[in-house]
């Protein structure tokens, strides 16, 4: 499966909770990126990881935070603050920006449902 | 920072014709442009990448070109076939001098259908 894991497939929360999405990888992977995608609008960044203890915002970051204290682990929360965050939300991974850009390797995503 | 724009949103192409989609980008210092394909339910999955120093690559029936001056790069499907039928996303990476370096930024994405 590529050694990119996202775990639960499916998380349900109730509104005004934070909620956290797992993403781990055995790749040994520099770089990691956390997607959104909803129906019609492609995969949009929220944020991205191209190193251990570094991470930079996307496009939209807002309601959103990660952290990256290891180099396998790279994990999103959905805070309260995010005003819409029923979605798919797909984690990647790539060898890294150092030297040649190559293929970037998906998990299998999750699905958070808020009620 | 960088922005791609992708054409068409939706595609419908009868067996064996071609399809191509286009994509432009907004930063002139991007120098890797990846095509990734995801079937329904199914993950993005890589199909085809090209460097900003190479202007076309082949793979089968799939082929990426790159014109570096116009910032806009296409991806060609010769002779479809049903299993082409996907959602199909183009991507740039900017380099190390820019402020997207590493940010991997991708379309909005081209529904392909091919009816047999």
């Known amino acids: 499966d590529g050694g990119i894991t996202q775990s639960p497939k499916y998380l349900f929360r109730k509104e005004g909770q934070n909620v956290t999405l797992s993403c781990e990888q055995n790749?040994?992977?520099?770089?990691m990126y956390w997607y959104r995608q909803d129906p019609g609008q492609g995969l949009r960044l929220i944020y991205y990881?191209?190193?251990?203890?570094?991470?930079q915002k996307g496009d939209i970051a807002e309601g959103y935070s990660v952290s990256r204290e290891k180099k396998e682990s790279f994990p999103l929360t959905v805070t309260s603050a995010q005003k819409n965050p029923t979605a798919f939300y797909l984690c990647?991974?790539?060898?890294?920006?150092?030297?040649?850009?190559?293929?970037?390797?998906f998990g299998q995503g999750t699905r958070l449902t808020v009620v | 920072g960088e922005n791609v724009e992708q054409h068409p949103s939706t595609l419908s192409v009868q067996e064996g014709d071609s399809a191509v989609i286009k994509c432009t980008y907004s930063?002139?210092?991007?120098?890797?442009f990846p095509w990734y394909k995801q079937e329904l339910g199914k993950r993005p999955q890589l199909i085809i990448d090209?460097?900003?120093?190479?202007g076309e690559k082949k793979d089968q029936r799939i082929a990426v070109t790159l014109n570096k001056t116009a910032k806009h790069f296409s991806l060609h499907i010769t002779e479809t076939q049903p299993e082409d039928s996907a959602v199909y996303f183009c991507?740039?990476?900017?380099?190390?001098?820019?402020?997207?370096?590493?940010?991997?930024?991708f379309g909005a994405g081209t529904q392909v259908v091919v009816t047999p």
């Open positions: 990647a991974s790539s060898p890294g920006p150092r030297g040649v850009n190559t293929e970037a390797f």
């Open positions: 790749l040994n992977h520099d770089a």
């Open positions: 990881s191209q190193i251990v203890n570094d991470f």
């Open positions: 930063d002139s210092a991007s120098n890797y």
């Open positions: 090209i460097r900003s120093n190479v």
């Open positions: 991507a740039a990476v900017g380099t190390m001098t820019t402020d997207s370096w590493g940010k991997l930024q």
